[in-house]
């Protein structure tokens, strides 16, 4: 019992020093221009990679159809997010959407 918490320690020490070495390196550094505007970019990216998946694989494979209800909610939720920049309109219709196209589909 007493090497598991052992473990847990180090590693909890080792995630914490790591991180910590990046915070102090990066203080210190001054980011170009040319990397600031391409982290720009990496939450939509993040994002999409997560998302999409989702949205067109339905039941183990790809579905593009208008039967698929996660892309018909999907859409319209981004439709929605276009619209209004509402994070909470965007997911409450979205869910709605999504729940009436699983019942009718």
Known sequence: MTSIWLVIISVGIL??????SFIMILSH???PPIIKRALHYVPIAVFSAIILP?????????????NNPR?????????????TRSVAW????GMIILLAA????
């Open 15 to 20: 995630t914490y020093l790591t991180r910590l």
């Open 29 to 31: 550094w001054d980011t």
């Open 54 to 66: 989702e949205l067109f694989f339905y039941d183990g494979a790809l579905n593009i159809s208008v």
């Open 71 to 83: 892309l018909l909610a999907g859409m319209i939720a981004i439709f929605v997010a276009w619209k």
């Open 90 to 93: 965007t997911v409450i219709v």
């Open 102 to 105: 699983k019942t009718y589909f």
